[in-house]
Nanobody, 118 residues
Framework: VQLQASGGGLVQTGGSLRLSCVVSGLSLSDYAMSWFRQAPGKEREFVTAIEYNSDSTWPADSVRGRFFISRDSAKNTVYLQMNSLKPEDSAVYYC????????????WGQGTLVTVSS
């Protein structure tokens, strides 16, 4: 199983970026997908998730209305559209796959760096 995150970079405050997480070795229909982020000196925090069996999403309060997760099952890819970016959004972003049925399995991608300049 591999999760390959990409799309990070440097963007100005108020700008947008779209992150991609290409998944191989598992089916998105069996896994809930989520994005986490970790800023320097801080703990990794939850950003948003999408259900494995529906299009329901669960954004954190800090990104609600600005960040949107989506899934393209044909491409086995999950996206994170980030709008109205703020300097506090700067972090390494990680995608995670979690199978919610027994046995519960989790896989992480390697992370992609997002830097928002003020």
């Amino acid at each position: 199983v591999q999760l390959q995150a990409s799309g990070g970079g440097l963007v100005q405050t108020g700008g947008s970026l779209r992150l991609s997480c290409v998944v191989s070795g598992l089916s998105l229909s069996d896994y809930a997908m989520s994005w986490f982020r970790q800023a320097p000196g801080k703990e990794r925090e939850f950003v948003t998730a999408i259900e494995y069996n529906s299009d329901s999403t669960w954004p954190a309060d800090s990104v609600r209305g600005r960040f949107f997760i989506s899934r393209d099952s044909a491409k086995n890819t999950v996206y994170l559209q980030m709008n109205s970016l703020k300097p506090e959004d700067s972090a390494v972003y990680y995608c995670k796959a979690r199978r919610p049925v027994t046995p519960v399995l989790e896989y992480w991608g390697q992370g992609t760096l997002v830097t928002v300049s003020s």
